[in-house]
C-alpha cells in the first residue's frame, strides 16, 4: 500500500494537524480511564460483567442485570435512580487491546498513552489525505480537502481522550475499507475484495462508528460508481454480510443499548430512535458544516434547528451547479449525510463527527475549488451570495476549528478539573471508619460515586468502601431535615438533569410518585415528579443522621466540604458555589 508523496502540502496538513492535537498529551486519564485503568490492573471497586469475546470489559458499563444494578448502586458506584434494566455495553476488542497496552507498560505515563492515540491519529489524517487524492485527482480540490480534514475540530475529543480512542481506530479503518473498496471498483472488477471487506470486520470490532464505512459505500455504489446497477448492488453484498454477522455477534454475545437516554439501540427502540432522529440530526448539522459543537445544544435555543436547516438549503442552493455536474461532490456529501444517521442513536456531541468530517472535507473541498474557478455561478445574485458562502465556509473550517481542535483535544481535562479532579483528590477520607458511609449530597456529575473512587485508588489513596449520591447536577437544592432519621430534598429543575445525565434511565421508564427504591440501608421515595424526572425525594436512614454511621459532604466550589444538617423540620439552601452547609 503506497502512502503519499511527501510534497510540501501534505507535510504542511499533517504538521499542522498534529501541531494542534499535541495539548492533548497533557490531558491525562480523565473520566472512564480509571475505570478503564482499574479493570485492566484488576484495581477496580466496579463490579465486573460478564463479557464474552472481549479481553477486559472495558466498555461494558452496565449489562442490564437488575442484580448488579442493584450492587452497584448499594456501592454508590450508580445513583440510587438507575433504571435496574438499563444497558450499554459495546464490543470494541481490538480497541480493549491497545488500552491494555497502556496500562500493562507504562500504567503511571498517561502521556506516553497519548502519544499511542497520536499514532492513530496521524495514521488516520495519512490515510484519509491518501483517499482524497484518489479520489479527488490531482487538484485543489484535493488540497481543500486535506486541509480541511486536518483541521477538523471534531477530531479533538477521540484523538485527545483516551477513552474515546475506539473512534479515531473505527474511522481509521473505514478510510481503509472505503480507499480499498475505490481501487477494487476502479481496477479489475474482481468478484470479491478481501482485502476491503477485512478492514471493515477490523473497523467494527474497534467500534460502532465503523458502520459508517456503509453509508460511504452505499454512496459510493449510489452516486460515484459507474455500470449496471446490478453490479454496483453486488458488490455491497460483502459487507452486508460481514455487517450482519458482527450484529447477529453482538446479540448473542449480550452486548446492546436500552433504557438509557442517552444510547438508544436502532434495532430494540426503533421508534423511540426516529422520534430523535431529527431534533439529534439537525444538531448534528450544525455542528458538521456551521462549526457549532453539538454539545451547546442544550444552552441554544430550540430555533437553532431552523437555523441550521435554512443555512444547509442556502448551501445546497449555492452548490447545485456543483452537484448537477460532479459525481464525487454528490458522493462525498451523500455519504456525510448518511453518517449522521446511526451517531444520531445518541446525545449529540463533535466527537460524533469524527466519520462524517470525511465526506464533509471532501465536498467542501470540492465546492471551495469550484468557487475559486468561477465553476459555481459566473455572474449575478448566485455570485454574490456565493462569495459570502465560501468566505463563510472558510472562516469557519479553517479559521474557527482550527481554534476549537485544541480547546476539544483538552475538553476533557477541562471537564475532570472543573467537576471532579480536585474534589475527589482534596477529600478527607483518611480517617473514616469502615462503618461509616460518606454521603455526597449534590456532586456535579451522576456517576460522580465511581469517578471518584477511581481518581482515588489511582493517586494512592484511601477510598471508601461505598459512597451514597443523593442528587447530582449545578441546580440549587432545597434540603429538609423532617425526622432523626429522614430528609427531604427537592429542585424545582430536578434532582438530576435528564438530558445530559439521563444516561442510566431514559425516558421510557420515567419515575411516578410514590415510586421507592430500597438500597441497603436507605429508601428513596418519590415525592414530587415533572415529566418523569423526581423534584422531590425524601430519604429515610436506617440510622440517625446524626449517628456516626454518616459523614454528610456536599459540594462546594469544586472541593468535597463537610456539611451540617440543619435541625429537626428546618430548610437550608444547597449550591455548587455555596459554603450554607459547610462545617467548620
Given amino acids: 500500500m503506497n502512502l503519499l508523496p511527501l510534497d510540501k502540502k501534505v507535510v504542511g496538513a499533517l504538521l499542522l494537524g498534529l501541531l494542534l492535537a499535541l495539548p492533548s498529551l497533557w490531558v491525562g486519564m480523565q473520566l472512564d480511564d480509571y475505570f478503564h485503568w482499574g479493570l485492566v490492573t484488576q484495581r477496580s471497586q466496579v463490579l465486573q460483567t460478564v463479557s464474552p469475546a472481549s479481553p477486559y470489559g472495558l466498555f461494558s458499563f452496565v449489562d442490564g442485570d437488575p442484580a448488579r444494578v442493584m450492587d452497584l448502586m448499594n456501592l454508590g458506584l450508580a445513583p440510587w435512580w438507575t433504571y435496574p434494566q438499563v444497558e450499554y455495553a459495546f464490543w470494541r476488542p481490538l480497541t480493549e487491546l491497545t488500552h491494555g497496552l497502556d496500562y500493562s507498560l507504562w500504567p503511571q505515563h498517561p502521556m506516553l498513552m497519548h502519544v499511542h492515540s497520536m499514532l492513530y491519529f496521524g495514521l488516520m489524517l495519512v490515510f484519509g489525505f491518501r483517499l482524497f487524492r484518489k479520489i479527488q485527482g490531482d487538484s485543489a480540490a484535493w488540497v481543500w480537502a486535506m486541509f480541511l480534514f486536518a483541521l477538523s475540530y471534531t477530531h479533538g475529543v477521540p484523538a485527545g481522550w483516551l477513552a474515546n480512542r475506539n473512534a479515531v481506530l473505527a474511522v481509521l479503518f473505514v478510510i481503509l475499507t472505503l480507499s480499498s473498496h475505490h481501487r477494487w471498483r476502479e481496477g479489475n472488477r474482481s468478484p470479491l475484495d478481501f482485502r476491503s471487506s477485512i478492514f471493515f470486520a477490523l473497523g467494527l470490532l474497534c467500534g460502532e462508528m465503523a458502520v459508517t464505512a456503509g453509508a460511504y459505500l452505499f454512496a459510493y455504489a449510489m452516486v460515484l460508481e459507474r455500470g449496471p446497477f446490478r453490479d454496483r448492488l453486488f458488490s455491497l453484498l460483502p459487507y452486508g454480510v460481514i455487517g450482519a454477522a458482527w450484529l447477529g455477534m453482538r446479540s448473542l454475545l449480550g452486548y446492546g443499548a436500552s433504557g438509557s437516554g442517552h444510547y438508544i439501540d436502532v434495532l430494540q427502540t426503533p421508534g423511540l430512535f426516529i422520534q430523535t432522529l431529527v431534533g439529534r440530526g439537525l444538531d448534528l448539522l450544525g455542528g458538521l458544516f456551521w462549526v457549532v459543537p453539538p ?243 425524601r430519604f429515610q436512614f436506617a440510622h440517625p443522621l446524626s449517628s456516626d454511621h454518616y459523614r454528610f459532604s456536599h459540594w462546594n466550589s469544586g472541593q468535597v466540604a463537610p456539611c451540617v444538617l440543619p435541625g429537626k423540620q428546618q430548610s437550608i439552601e444547597l449550591r455548587v458555589d455555596s459554603a450554607h452547609c459547610a462545617g467548620p
Avoid at 326 to 333: G, K
Avoid at 342 to 350: G, K, L, Q, R
Avoid at 381 to 390: D, F, I, P
Fill in 295 to 537: 454539545e451547546l445544544g442544550s444552552g441554544l435555543p430550540e430555533i437553532r434547528r431552523l437555523a441550521y436547516l435554512g443555512l444547509f438549503v442556502g448551501l445546497m442552493w449555492v452548490a447545485w451547479p456543483l452537484l448537477k455536474t460532479d459525481r464525487r461532490a454528490r458522493f462525498w456529501l451523500l455519504g456525510a449525510l448518511l453518517c449522521l444517521v446511526p451517531v444520531a442513536s445518541t446525545i449529540p456531541h463533535s466527537r460524533l463527527l469524527i466519520a462524517a468530517s470525511v465526506g464533509a472535507a471532501g465536498f467542501l473541498g470540492l465546492l471551495l475549488q469550484a468557487w475559486r474557478t468561477a465553476g459555481l455561478a459566473p455572474s449575478g445574485a448566485r455570485k454574490a451570495a456565493t462569495t459570502v458562502l465560501a468566505a463563510i465556509l472558510v472562516v469557519l473550517h479553517l479559521g474557527l476549528s482550527a481554534l476549537l481542535l485544541p480547546l476539544e483535544m483538552v475538553s476533557m481535562r477541562m471537564v475532570g478539573d472543573n467537576y471532579l479532579n480536585s474534589g475527589a483528590q482534596s477529600w478527607d477520607l483518611s480517617d473514616i471508619p469502615r462503618e461509616t458511609t460518606p454521603i455526597l449530597i449534590n456532586p456535579p456529575l451522576s456517576s460522580a460515586g465511581g469517578y471518584i473512587n477511581g481518581v482515588r485508588a489511582y493517586q494512592g489513596l484511601p477510598v471508601a468502601a461505598k459512597t451514597w449520591l443523593l442528587a447530582s447536577g449545578l441546580q440549587p437544592l432545597t434540603l429538609t431535615v423532617l425526622n432523626d432519621h429522614t430528609l427531604d430534598l427537592y429542585s424545582p429543575e430536578g434532582l438530576y438533569d435528564p438530558v445530559q445525565e439521563g444516561v442510566l434511565r431514559g425516558p421510557q421508564a420515567p419515575f411516578a410518585v410514590g415510586d421507592s427504591v430500597q438500597l441497603a440501608g436507605m429508601i428513596v421515595t418519590v415525592m414530587e415528579v415533572r415529566n418523569g424526572v423526581p423534584l422531590r425525594a
